[in-house]
């Protein structure tokens, strides 16, 4: 079972930007699509991207088309999160997640998912 440590998170202006990280262990990192996704308080989970094993596919959730860019490193194991223009609603914690497919990831069908990390927006 692949193990998920994200990290990056902070606090930032609105209009900023964030790189979010997220290391896999344990697994082979190269097999799983790969997904980010947020939680804020008191609302229900949202999908924000996912991208395919080898990085060909990506997906965006619509707040954050345009804005956000994921991407992914096998050789280090690792997915990014580029966050730019950052808006106060997008204040929430952040989970990386791994999964079969990234249509599956998308779903929120997911076999692993990390800890989250705190992204806070200040307008």
């Known amino acids: 079972q692949v193990q998920l440590v994200e990290s990056g998170g902070g606090l930032v202006q609105a209009g900023g930007s964030l790189r979010l990280s997220c290391v896999a262990s344990?697994?082979?990192?190269?097999?799983?699509?790969m997904g980010w996704f947020r939680q804020a308080p008191g609302k229900e989970r949202e999908f924000v991207a996912a991208?395919?094993?080898?990085?060909?596919?990506?997906y965006y959730g619509d707040s954050v088309k345009g804005r956000f860019t994921i991407s992914r490193d096998n050789a280090k194991a690792t997915v990014y999160l580029q966050m730019n223009s950052l808006m106060s609603e997008d204040t929430a914690v952040y989970y990386c997640?791994?999964?079969?497919?990234?249509?599956?990831?998308?779903?929120?069908?997911?076999?692993?998912w990390g800890q989250g990390t705190q992204v806070t927006v200040s307008s």
């Open positions: 344990g697994g082979t990192f190269s097999s799983y699509a």
């Open positions: 991208i395919s094993w080898e990085g060909i596919s990506s």
């Open positions: 997640a791994a999964g079969p497919g990234a249509r599956t990831v998308v779903k929120g069908t997911c076999d692993a």
